[in-house]
Structure formats: C-alpha cells, structure tokens
C-alpha cells in the first residue's frame, strides 16, 4: 500500500484540512466548542463506560496488575472530572494572537511577534484514557488539530471518547477532523505517524521510557521530548535537618509512580552521620526501600547496596537510591552523570550554596527548599500541561497552552520598497 492509500496519511491530511480551518478562528468558538465537548462527555457517559469495560475485562482477563487496570478505569466520576478539566481550559487565557514583542523601525515598517497554532500535533500516549480528551482540549484551545495514538489497551474507550468529541465539534461548527483517532492498533500505524513529515508539525510522546525512547530514535517528524524523570534531592550541609526530612519523604513517596517523584537522594558528608539514621528511618516508614552506598548501608541495616543501575533507574515505586558526598560540586557532577534533565532539589539555608546549584545544574526545573513533586504545569499555575519537556528547544519544563503555539512575524508597511 503506498502512502497516498494508507489510512494514516489520509487521517493526517484531513487534519491538515482542518487545522487550516481552526487557525483564524476567534477564541470565542474554539470556547464555545470546548464548552460543548464537556456537556457531552456528561450526557455520554454510560456510552464512554461501557466502551471502557471492554478494555478493562480486556486487561484483566491479560493478568494486567490491578494499578495499571485503576489507570485505565473510566468511572462516572472520573468521567465527571475530565468534563470539569475541559471546561478549566476553556477559562484559561488564549495565547493565539498574543504579541510577545512589536516595535516601529526606524524606516517606519511596524513589526509584531505573534503566536500562532503549530498544526497539526500528534500524541503518541499510554494506557490512560483521559489523556484523549485532555491533549484534544489543549491543541483546541491553542487552535491545533490533534491526531491521537493511544494503546491498543485503551482502544475501545479511546474510539468512544473521540467519536464524543467529533461529534460536539460538528454541533458547534468546528470541523470534526479538528480530533482524530490514529487508525491502526499495531506498530505500523505508530511508524507511519512518526514518518508525516510534513503533514504532522510536532509529535508529543507521553508514556515511558520505552515509548519516547522509540519516537525521539525513529521520527522523522519534529519531536517536542517529554522526558523520564530520574529526580534527584541534595541536602546540603546547611540544611535543617527536619526540613530536609519532610521534602525528600514527600518527593519520593506522595506519589511515587510520576515522573516528578524523587529517585535519587545525596546528602553531604557534613551533615551525614546525623542525618542518615533519620532519614533511612523516614523513609522505611513511608514504605520506600533505599538502595544506598557504603555510609548509607552502614547507617541502616535495611538499606540495600546500589549500583550504577540505581543511580540511572526511574524506580516509579517506592524505591530510591542514596550517597553521600563530600561536597556540593560533587553533588551537582553525580546528578549531570546521572539525571534524566528534569527536576533536582537543593535543601539549604546557605544563599550562596542554593545559588551556585542552580547555576550549575542543568535540568528543566531547580527547587530550592520545596519538593520536586512541584513541577507541574497545574502546580505551576498554567492551569493544565501537555506534558513535560525535558528538550531545550522551543518548550522546556511544564508545558500549558504557550508551548502549544510557534510564532510568525507581522511587517505592516505604507508601500515600503527596499532601497
């Protein structure tokens, strides 16, 4: 089958259609359309469960682990949540036709930077359901067509959500193929996506290691990289010890299955013979099983030896590595052998000591003195987040609507020829 014929290059091109379409469009009807889509995810609820549980008997009847089967459960209290989110979004501000500079040259030509929607935006995701309407509700808002490729474990509730939203968007006047189900449940239909270079502006992967591994390696088509997140929490030798305690208990065990949880802590020798015991403590009481070097395995008989797979492992569990080490610069050379570039922690009460690590540490995000469990695009105050970029270009960090947006440049002139 050649390109022209294959479903998914179809399925792009008439996103391309319809992101034509969404570009000029006031914010009031991409709103209005959003406004839509949350009142008939409520009134289609019993459609979208049942859809759901075929996936989930699907899944159980596999022998998924119960957590993964929770991840993919749509109840009609989650489905009431995921309303409630698309209806936030409609409240944030919009950012397309935002000016981010303008001046008048001095030739007299009038220039403004404006955002503009990037396109057409392609999710490739993992088990969870309501990241189909989640990542459909902020490419709309910021005037994008989404094509969405989720799990073959997710595939019934997927195809029911997104018929849900197609057909809100039609009700509001908005093209339907503004949101779009990737055909295919194989890997061929993945490969095809990564490959529409040209139809497809940007892929956005969300899921494991394994998945944005795969799409940064083989896409031809621009990738915006959400990344892993070996986490990292140094406690200085100015820190206060029960500070210190609370913020690496909370990084590491308030959520551990995230990407912003802590996987690896390192605590200065100054500090380390009164703190370890503690914290070795702290941390069994909270369930976390600490895979330590030599001081840590000689401050706590329950502490595991570590090796480098530790020091590189995003656990997701209730795991987590530890060091000691004799100084901040070597904390700082142990997290740019090992970090992932999303979040690390600084606990300290010296000034100098937080600056010089946040100047050094090269990672989307730098806490000082608070949990690496905020780094979050809600947390953030953006109001929702497509991910998290652990890249340098264009997006960096928690990624709300802005980073959903490229830029162009508006010249206005009263017949200016160039001389």
Same mark, same amino acid.
């Given at each position: ?10 399925? &792009? ?34 459609? *979208? ?19 993964? !089967?929770?991840?993919? =459960? ?14 936030? /979004? ?8 935002? !000016? ?16 503009? @929607?990037?396109?057409?935006?392609? *999710? ?6 309501? /990241?189909?309407?989640?990542?459909? =509700? ?21 195809? &029911? ?10 009700? &509001? ?31 956005? @992967? ?31 030798? %100015?820190?206060? @010890? ?18 912003? &949880? ?9 500090? =380390? ?28 008989? %329950? ?16 795991? *987590?590595?530890?060091?000691?080490? @004799? ?6 050379? %142990?997290?740019? =052998? ?7 922690? *600084? ?62 440049? /508006? ?9």
């Amino acid at each position: 089958m050649s390109d022209d014929q294959s479903p998914v290059i179809a399925t &792009a091109r008439r996103a391309q259609e319809a992101a034509t379409r969404l570009a000029p469009l006031p914010r009031t009807a991409r709103d209005a359309a959003l406004s839509a889509i949350a009142d008939a995810l409520t009134a289609r609820t019993d459609q *979208i469960t049942a859809a759901n549980a075929e996936d989930v008997k699907r899944a159980r009847d596999a022998g998924t682990p119960e957590a993964v !089967v929770d991840r993919l =459960a749509l109840t009609p209290e989650r489905i009431a949540a995921i309303a409630a989110d698309v209806r936030d /979004v409609v409240a944030l501000p919009d950012p397309v036709g935002e !000016v981010l500079r303008g001046s008048t040259l001095p030739n007299g030509l009038e220039l403004r930077q404006v955002r503009v @929607p990037l396109g057409v935006v392609g *999710i490739v995701y993992e088990a969870r359901p309501n /990241v189909t309407v989640d990542a459909a =509700a902020l490419c709309l808002k910021s005037g994008n067509a989404v094509l969405l490729r989720g799990s073959s474990s997710a595939y019934a509730s997927n195809s &029911a959500l997104v018929a849900v939203l197609r057909d809100a968007l039609e009700s &509001a006047g908005l093209p339907a193929d503004a949101v779009q189900l990737v055909p295919g449940e194989g890997r061929e239909s993945v490969r095809e996506l990564m490959r529409a270079r040209g139809l497809v502006d940007v892929l956005i @992967p969300r899921g494991g290691a394994s998945l944005i591994k795969t799409v940064v390696a083989e896409s031809t088509v621009p990738v915006i990289e959400t990344g892993t997140g070996n986490c990292h929490v140094y406690v200085d030798e %100015h820190a206060d @010890p029960d500070t210190a305690l609370r913020i690496l208990v909370n990084s590491k065990a308030q959520r551990p299955s995230v990407c912003n &949880a802590a996987e690896t802590v390192l605590v200065h020798a100054g500090i =380390a013979d009164g703190f370890l015991p503690r914290a070795a403590e702290a941390l069994r009481e909270a369930g976390v099983t600490v895979h330590g070097d030599a001081a840590w395995q000689a401050a706590d008989p %329950h502490v595991l030896p570590a090796t480098d797979e530790d020091w590189a492992s995003e656990y997701l569990s209730y795991d *987590i590595a530890a060091a000691v080490v @004799p100084s901040l610069d070597a904390a700082v050379a %142990h997290i740019r =052998a090992w970090t992932s570039g999303h979040t690390e922690a *600084i606990v300290t009460s010296d000034t100098a000591a937080a600056r010089r690590f946040t100047a050094l540490v090269d990672s989307t995000t730098v806490m000082v003195n608070a949990s690496t469990r905020f780094t979050d695009g809600g947390q953030f105050g953006f109001g929702a987040e497509i991910g998290i970029s652990t890249q340098k270009l264009h997006a960096r960090g928690p990624m709300g609507l802005p980073e959903l947006t490229s830029t162009k440049y /508006v010249v206005t002139g009263d017949g200016h020829i160039r001389e």
